[in-house]
């Protein structure tokens, strides 16, 4: 079992930083990738971010490619999305999220993550 707490949302103008937190206990948290997800109102969710366990594999979708930056502290059992020049397009409730099985590399499906945050709103105003 993994438990996620998710900080660091809020209200930003456009062009504006965000940096959300996702502190996790449980599973030791060196060993399964980590993502993050985003859902907006009347929208699927979407895959935002990852990183693998090893922290050399990071994907990104293509509309925050350039702006956002995943990392993780696997010392802190934490992982981060720095999210800069922030559109109103990025207004969404984010989720971090722990993939179910350990030492996989690129896991881009929300299907295959087992352990969800608890959700963290972002509004970007324009």
């Known amino acids: 079992q993994v438990q996620l707490v998710e900080s660091g949302g809020g209200l930003v103008q456009a062009g504006g930083s965000l940096r959300l937190s996702c502190e996790a206990s449980?599973?030791?948290?060196?060993?399964?990738?980590m993502g993050w997800f985003r859902q907006a109102p009347g929208k699927e969710r979407e895959t935002v971010a990852t990183?693998?366990?090893?922290?050399?594999?990071?994907y990104y979708a293509d509309s925050v490619r350039g702006r956002f930056t995943v990392s993780r502290d696997n010392a802190k059992n934490t992982v981060y999305l720095q999210m800069n020049s922030l559109k109103p397009e990025d207004t969404a409730v984010y989720y971090c999220?722990?993939?179910?099985?350990?030492?996989?590399?690129?896991?881009?499906?929300?299907?295959?993550?087992?352990?969800w945050g608890q959700g963290a709103q972002v509004a970007v105003s324009s």
């Open positions: 449980g599973r030791t948290f060196s060993t399964y990738t």
């Open positions: 990183i693998s366990w090893s922290t050399d594999s990071t």
């Open positions: 999220a722990a993939d179910r099985l350990l030492f996989r590399r690129c896991v881009l499906r929300s299907a295959e993550y087992d352990f």
